[in-house]
Each structure stands twice: as structure tokens, then as C-alpha cells.
């Protein structure tokens, strides 16, 4: 069949035109990685082919070895770099080449910062490693075939810059992908066999296929004409994956530029492990910890997951059946010999060897942080900065490793006072009192709002350590944590107050005191807010403020409550218990007041009140202000 070769001018759509912009003006501060991510591009479509060629081996016959050339021309300028991999369709071009960062461009434009450096940073967490060229070229031509298809369907896709790209069908003799840099005058430096050569060694040794340039030929003898010889293609990189190679040998430059690979980031990773397991089970890891959150993190949908490689035979991207999902972040490759080459999703989920490979690895991933942590606090903290949140979804999916994970948490406490989440749970267990049973924690929306809540005035007061609990997911956690080294969690603003050995005969004596007293009061007080609250009752909890608002022992804490309202879940309705503080003198005035309405309405002030201290927003908020101006005016009378 032949394809109609029409020529189809498409323009880039305004994010991408964007971007682009932003990439060809010296958005990268190091010029040369281009190279690195061509090459990268490359090497991807080899092993594409490599996995589709299991179940069509006709697609590899034609050229069975697979193969990266990178030629130049020092007088048209020209960098060519020609790879015999999967190559691409039509409609594969426009999709791949005519898309920027197709996992989405808009949340990228929102993420810069006019910062270049910064920004320079960003571009890696969204894919686009091909439009790197257009840091040293002014036009970029591609020509493609996918395997399979006939040599009348290939496909050439032009480009110089900012404006359009044009796409038309050619005769291509040969499967794969050759991409045509055009130098722009101050990147002619890389029309250099020298130069191509360094950056190919220093980026990309680890390549498991061969990267091959022109053998620079020795120059003639004094006196001797030199032979036409025909040109001779010889590999620059060691081609043997890296993860093959024993841990000594293994540079730790090579092991950062082979992250950069797998994962197109351009940061150097935090950490990580490699290693070889023989046995029951046969299979090689090499996992990173990356040192930047991908911008999806939050997505729990997203593609995550390893490389997977069969016997060295690359199978898939994102084969996210060998890490839970609270360890998502985690980037690497596996290579099993247990695996059935044939091996699909479907396959790795009834796959046994899938469960052990998947419990060794993640104990594998937690000792790795286990070890970051003792090693270098400094590392460990901007791990858990970027990341803490995702691992504190752990205790609830993997209860196996609950205490293990629980180790490496991170909280913000009343010890410090600081938003920085730089306090370990054994460091809280370390501090605790004589006689004190629980872990007590406060939930809130902000570190503000539980910094200053009332809940925390009489452990201040015993001088007794709280964690501040302001993210998200915080809740949920301790929902699932229950208890850590023996030590049951306790929210501060649910059931009574149970101070365990901590509280003295003094306080108990008056606690009760304050009960026994305030019976009238509160049972005035109950009889106003009878529809707003479950119970009312005298506290010894609070030293500065007249009120709070406490959730029974049974009921969902406030700031889950409100998490699940957000995403649209009925809930049953649930009232607070309202806790009086006797001893404060908004209190005592309001024991004394005669008048009834007054009363009520200073009652309902109160409870307002105690509403926004625990970070609730009101039912009613133009009645609060009502009632609060006309307390006000007859201040004033």
C-alpha cells in the first residue's frame, strides 16, 4: 500500500510554544545533556523493540543488532544521531513530537517561577528530554519508520523552533529513528568527533546497547598516500547494563547518570541500593530515592513503579506490582530470571514470585531510608520534606512493616514549637513522663491552628509533649497507628481528658471540685445549646480559654470529618461534647448573668468561639457577628 505523501503544517499549541521558548533560550544551564537525552530516547525505543520482538521476532530480522550511531559534520554543522529501535508511525509523530509533556504541560506552565535555575529543575519531572535539541540546534529533522510497517510509510518531521512543525511521509528504508540537529552558530563546538565522544562516556557508558561513532582514522605515514578505507563504526560506551555489573565496580557518578536515565530528572538522586539476590529467588534491584517529587506524587492513579527487565530483556515501564503505594516515589529497575518472558500485568498479579520479590523489596526500600536517617539527618530531612506524607499512607496498607515504618516518621511537636516536621516518634518515647500511658497528638488544618489550640494548655502547663498533626492524611494515620513501641495514640480533643499517671492527687481533687461546683452552670448551659451539642460538661483542661469543643470516643475527628465532606461523602451527623472552663472570668460572668437571653446569647458566643479555635467554620457566621456586636454595644452602654 502507498501512503499519499502529503506534507501537514501543524502549529505547537500556545503551552508548548511556551515552553519551548523557555527551553531554546538557555533554559538548561549545561548545554551537552542533550546528548544525554537523545541517547536516553534511543536506548528506549531499543528496548521497545527488544519486548515487542518476543511475540513478532520477524520485527528484529531484518537488523537484528540493535545499535545507537552518532555521526557530524563540521561543515554543514550538523550533529545526526540514528537509531535502529522501534521507530514511529505517523500519527506517532504528531503524538510524541507535535505534544509537549503530554502528562500535562498546563500544571508545568503554573509550576515556573521565572527563576531559570529553578525552572531548569522542573523540566525533567515532565518528559520533554526531547526538545533539549533546540538548546544547540535551530532546526531540528526527523525521519522515522515503526517496525513493521513498509519502507513507503516513513516519516519526516521538521521543525525550526517556536513557530510550527511540518510532518510528511517519505521512503525510509530501514525501521527506527534518525534525528538531524542543525547547530546553531554557538553550539558548532559539538560538530566535534572529540567532543561527542567525552559526552557519550561521561553520560551514557551505562547504555546497555552500543554507542557508536566513525573510528577516527590514524593519519598517513610522511611520504605514503593514504587508502580509501570504507568507514568503520566502533562502540563508545561500555554497553553492558549497568545493574549487571558487581556494586564495587560501579562508579557512583555512573549510578546518578543511570538514574537520570530511567527517570529523565535532572537532579542527583538521595540514595540508593543495589544488589543481587540468589536463591529461591533469582533477581537483581537497583532503586533510587529521587531527590524532587514528580509533580503527580498525589495522584494515587499515576504511573509509577520500576523498569522491569526479564533476563536483561526490557518488558515494561511502570510495573508497579513490586512496590506498595505508599512507596511510589521510589525509582529503579528489577531484573528477574523467575519471570516468564511472556510476563503481562495480568501474569504479574497471580505471579507468586511477584508477592516475595515485592514484600523483599520494600523492606529493602525502608532500611535504605532506615539508613539514610542514621547516616545523614540533613538528607533524611529533605526526603521526608518532600515525601512524608506519601510514607505516612504506609501504617494503613502495610501492616506487616507498621512498626518499621513508623520509625521513620517525622512530626512537628509542642517539644519545638517549629513547622518543621523534625521529630521521630522514639524521640518522643524518649522524652515521655514518669506515669505518662499515651502518645497525645493534636489534629488541625494548619500549623497555626494547632500550635495555639486550647486542647494543648494544661500539657503545656504539665510540661507534657504533644505532636502537632497538620497534614492532610494525619488523621487517617492515626487512625491506623493506634500505638507505637506499647504506647496507644491519643487525640487531645477526643473523650475525656485522661492525663493517666501524670495527673496528681491535687489535680484530681480538683477536677472533681470543679465538677461538683459548676452542676448548675452546666446544666443552665445545656439547656441553651440542647440542639447543638451531645453533652456539656466542667473542665480542668483548659488555663487560658473558656471553652472548647471535644469530639466523642467514638466519633470521626473533625479534620477527617471535613476531608471526606470535601469529596463528597454523607456523613451522619455528629455533635460535639462543649467543655467550660470554671475557673476563667468569661465564665464566672457568665454564672452570674441573670437575664436569660443574655444568657443564651453569651452562651452561643462561647461556643462559636470554641468552634473557630478548633478550626471549624461556622453554620452561621452573620448570627455570631450579631450577637457579638450587640455584646459590644452594651459593653460600651
Same mark, same amino acid.
Given at each position: 500500500?502507498?501512503?499519499?505523501?502529503h506534507?501537514?503544517?501543524?502549529?505547537?499549541?500556545t503551552?508548548?510554544?511556551?515552553?519551548l521558548h523557555?527551553m531554546?533560550?538557555?533554559?538548561?544551564s549545561?548545554?551537552?545533556?542533550?546528548?544525554?537525552?537523545?541517547?536516553?530516547?534511543?536506548s528506549?525505543?531499543?528496548?521497545?523493540?527488544?519486548?515487542?520482538?518476543?511475540?513478532?521476532?520477524?520485527?528484529?530480522?531484518?537488523?537484528?543488532?540493535?545499535?545507537?550511531?552518532?555521526?557530524?559534520?563540521?561543515?554543514?554543522?550538523?550533529?545526526?544521531?540514528?537509531?535502529?529501535?522501534?521507530?514511529?508511525?505517523? $500519527?506517532?509523530?504528531?503524538?510524541?513530537?507535535?505534544?509537549?509533556?503530554?502528562s500535562?504541560?498546563?500544571?508545568?506552565m503554573?509550576n515556573?517561577?521565572?527563576?531559570?535555575?529553578?525552572?531548569a529543575?522542573?523540566? !525533567?519531572?515532565?518528559?520533554?528530554?526531547?526538545?533539549?535539541?533546540?538548546?544547540?540546534? $535551530?532546526?531540528?529533522?526527523?525521519?522515522?519508520? /515503526?517496525? !513493521? +510497517?513498509?519502507?513507503?510509510?516513513?516519516?519526516?518531521?521538521?521543525?525550526? !523552533?517556536?513557530?510550527?512543525y511540518?510532518?510528511?511521509?517519505?521512503?525510509?528504508?530501514h525501521?527506527?529513528? &534518525?534525528?538531524?540537529?542543525h547547530?546553531?552558530?554557538?553550539?558548532?563546538?559539538?560538530?566535534?568527533?572529540?567532543?561527542?565522544?567525552?559526552i557519550?562516556?561521561?553520560y551514557?557508558?551505562?547504555?546497555?546497547?552500543?554507542?557508536?561513532?566513525?573510528k577516527?582514522?590514524?593519519?598517513?605515514a610522511?611520504?605514503?598516500?593514504k587508502?580509501?578505507?570504507?568507514?568503520?563504526?566502533?562502540?563508545?560506551?561500555?554497553? #553492558?547494563? =549497568?545493574?549487571?555489573?558487581?556494586?564495587?565496580?560501579?562508579?557512583?557518578?555512573?549510578?546518578?547518570?543511570?538514574?537520570?536515565?530511567?527517570?529523565?530528572?535532572?537532579?542527583?538522586?538521595?540514595?540508593?541500593?543495589?544488589?543481587?539476590?540468589?536463591?529461591?529467588?533469582?533477581y537483581?534491584? =537497583?532503586?533510587?530515592?529521587?531527590?524532587?517529587?514528580?509533580? $503527580?506524587?498525589y495522584?494515587?492513579?499515576?504511573?509509577?513503579?520500576?523498569?522491569?527487565?526479564?533476563q536483561?530483556?526490557?518488558?515494561?515501564d $511502570?510495573?508497579?506490582?513490586?512496590?506498595?503505594?505508599?512507596? &511510589?516515589?521510589?525509582?529503579?529497575?528489577?531484573?528477574?530470571?523467575?519471570?516468564?518472558?511472556?510476563?503481562?500485568?495480568?501474569?504479574?498479579?497471580?505471579?507468586?514470585?511477584?508477592?516475595?520479590?515485592?514484600?523483599?523489596?520494600?523492606?529493602?526500600?525502608?532500611?535504605?531510608?532506615?539508613? =539514610?536517617?542514621?547516616?545523614?539527618?540533613d538528607?533524611?530531612?529533605?526526603?521526608?520534606?518532600?515525601?512524608? %506524607?506519601?510514607?505516612?499512607?504506609?501504617?494503613?496498607?502495610?501492616?506487616? %512493616?507498621?512498626?518499621?515504618?513508623?520509625?521513620?516518621l517525622?512530626?512537628?511537636?509542642?517539644?519545638?514549637?517549629?513547622?518543621?516536621q523534625? #521529630?521521630?516518634?522514639?524521640?518522643?518515647?524518649?522524652?515521655?513522663?514518669?506515669?505518662?500511658?499515651?502518645?497525645?497528638?493534636?489534629?488541625?488544618d494548619?500549623?497555626?491552628?494547632?500550635?495555639?489550640?486550647?486542647?494543648?494548655?494544661?500539657?503545656?502547663?504539665?510540661?507534657?509533649?504533644? =505532636?502537632l +498533626?497538620?497534614?492532610?492524611?494525619?488523621?487517617?494515620?492515626?487512625?491506623?497507628?493506634?500505638?507505637?513501641?506499647?504506647?496507644?495514640?491519643?487525640?487531645?480533643?477526643?473523650?475525656?481528658?485522661?492525663?493517666g499517671?501524670?495527673?496528681?492527687?491535687?489535680?484530681?481533687?480538683e /477536677?472533681?471540685?470543679?465538677?461538683?461546683?459548676?452542676?448548675?452552670?452546666?446544666?443552665?448551659?445545656?439547656?441553651?445549646?440542647?440542639? /447543638?451539642?451531645?453533652?456539656?460538661r466542667?473542665?480542668?483542661?483548659?488555663?487560658?480559654?473558656?471553652?472548647?469543643?471535644?469530639?466523642?470516643e467514638?466519633?470521626? !475527628?473533625?479534620?477527617? /470529618? &471535613?476531608? +471526606?465532606?470535601?469529596?463528597?461523602?454523607?456523613?451522619?451527623?455528629?455533635?460535639?461534647?462543649?467543655?467550660? %472552663?470554671?475557673n476563667h472570668?468569661?465564665?464566672?460572668?457568665?454564672? #452570674?448573668?441573670?437575664?436569660?437571653?443574655?444568657?443564651?446569647?453569651?452562651?452561643?458566643?462561647?461556643?462559636?468561639?470554641?468552634?473557630?479555635?478548633?478550626?471549624?467554620?461556622?453554620?452561621?457566621?452573620?448570627?455570631?457577628? &450579631?450577637?457579638?456586636?450587640?455584646?459590644?454595644?452594651?459593653?460600651?452602654?
Amino acid at each position: 500500500m502507498t501512503v499519499e505523501a502529503h506534507k501537514e503544517s501543524h502549529g505547537f499549541q500556545t503551552e508548548a510554544k511556551q515552553l519551548l521558548h523557555l527551553m531554546i533560550h538557555s533554559l538548561y544551564s549545561n548545554q551537552e545533556i542533550f546528548l544525554r537525552e537523545l541517547v536516553s530516547n534511543a536506548s528506549d525505543a531499543a528496548d521497545k523493540l527488544r519486548f515487542e520482538a518476543l511475540s513478532k521476532p520477524e520485527l528484529l530480522e531484518e537488523d537484528p543488532e540493535l545499535r545507537i550511531r552518532i555521526e557530524f559534520d563540521k561543515d554543514e554543522g550538523t550533529v545526526t544521531l540514528t537509531d535502529n529501535g522501534i521507530g514511529m508511525s505517523r $500519527d506517532e509523530v504528531i503524538e510524541n513530537l507535535g505534544t509537549i509533556a503530554r502528562s500535562g504541560t498546563s500544571a508545568f506552565m503554573q509550576n515556573l517561577t521565572g527563576d531559570q535555575k529553578k525552572d531548569a529543575h522542573l523540566i !525533567g519531572q515532565f518528559g520533554v528530554g526531547f526538545y533539549s535539541a533546540f538548546i544547540v540546534a $535551530d532546526k531540528v529533522d526527523v525521519f522515522t519508520r /515503526r517496525a !513493521g +510497517l513498509d519502507a513507503d510509510q516513513g516519516v519526516h518531521w521538521e521543525c525550526s !523552533g517556536e513557530a510550527e512543525y511540518s510532518v510528511e511521509n517519505v521512503d525510509w528504508p530501514h525501521r527506527g529513528t &534518525r534525528v538531524v540537529l542543525h547547530l546553531k552558530d554557538d553550539a558548532k563546538e559539538y560538530a566535534d568527533g572529540w567532543r561527542l565522544r567525552s559526552i557519550i562516556k561521561k553520560y551514557s557508558d551505562h547504555i546497555a546497547i552500543p554507542v557508536e561513532m566513525l573510528k577516527e582514522a590514524a593519519p598517513a605515514a610522511e611520504g605514503e598516500e593514504k587508502a580509501e578505507e570504507a568507514p568503520e563504526f566502533e562502540a563508545v560506551n561500555a554497553a #553492558q547494563a =549497568l545493574w549487571t555489573r558487581p556494586r564495587g565496580e560501579v562508579k557512583s557518578e555512573e549510578y546518578k547518570e543511570f538514574y537520570k536515565h530511567i527517570s529523565h530528572d535532572f537532579d542527583d538522586p538521595l540514595t540508593w541500593s543495589h544488589n543481587k539476590v540468589e536463591g529461591k529467588q533469582d533477581y537483581t534491584s =537497583l532503586l533510587y530515592i529521587p531527590a524532587r517529587a514528580p509533580f $503527580d506524587l498525589y495522584q494515587r492513579d499515576a504511573a509509577r513503579g520500576l523498569k522491569l527487565y526479564v533476563q536483561r530483556t526490557f518488558i515494561m515501564d $511502570d510495573a508497579e506490582q513490586f512496590l506498595p503505594l505508599y512507596l &511510589r516515589f521510589v525509582k529503579g529497575v528489577l531484573d528477574s530470571n523467575d519471570l516468564p518472558l511472556n510476563v503481562s500485568r495480568e501474569i504479574l498479579q497471580k505471579d507468586r514470585n511477584t508477592d516475595a520479590i515485592k514484600s523483599a523489596l520494600t523492606k529493602r526500600v525502608l532500611d535504605m531510608l532506615e539508613k =539514610l536517617a542514621k547516616k545523614d539527618a540533613d538528607q533524611y530531612q529533605t526526603f521526608w520534606d518532600l515525601f512524608g %506524607n506519601v510514607l505516612k499512607e504506609g501504617p494503613a496498607e502495610d501492616f506487616s %512493616n507498621k512498626e518499621k515504618i513508623a520509625k521513620l516518621l517525622r512530626f512537628s511537636t509542642t517539644h519545638t514549637d517549629a513547622p518543621k516536621q523534625d #521529630q521521630s516518634l522514639q524521640d518522643y518515647v524518649g522524652r515521655m513522663q514518669d506515669g505518662q500511658k499515651y502518645i497525645y497528638y493534636v489534629a488541625a488544618d494548619n500549623f497555626a491552628t494547632a500550635k495555639s489550640s486550647p486542647y494543648l494548655e494544661v500539657f503545656r502547663k504539665k510540661g507534657i509533649e504533644v =505532636l502537632l +498533626l497538620t497534614d492532610q492524611v494525619d488523621e487517617w494515620f492515626a487512625g491506623h497507628m493506634h500505638e507505637f513501641d506499647g504506647k496507644p495514640l491519643q487525640d487531645v480533643a477526643k473523650g475525656a481528658l485522661d492525663l493517666g499517671e501524670a495527673e496528681t492527687e491535687e489535680d484530681k481533687a480538683e /477536677r472533681e471540685q470543679v465538677e461538683k461546683e459548676s452542676g448548675a452552670l452546666v446544666e443552665r448551659v445545656k439547656e441553651v445549646l440542647e440542639s /447543638r451539642v451531645e453533652e456539656v460538661r466542667a473542665t480542668t483542661r483548659l488555663v487560658d480559654s473558656p471553652a472548647c469543643l471535644v469530639v466523642s470516643e467514638q466519633d470521626m !475527628g473533625p479534620q477527617m /470529618r &471535613r476531608i +471526606l465532606e470535601q469529596a463528597g461523602q454523607a456523613l451522619p451527623e455528629a455533635k460535639p461534647i462543649f467543655e467550660l %472552663n470554671p475557673n476563667h472570668p468569661l465564665v464566672q460572668r457568665l454564672d #452570674q448573668e441573670q437575664d436569660e437571653d443574655r444568657f443564651a446569647d453569651l452562651t452561643n458566643i462561647l461556643m462559636d468561639q470554641a468552634n473557630l479555635a478548633a478550626g471549624n467554620q461556622l453554620a452561621d457566621p452573620a448570627d455570631y457577628v &450579631r450577637r457579638l456586636n450587640t455584646l459590644l454595644l452594651e459593653l460600651n452602654g
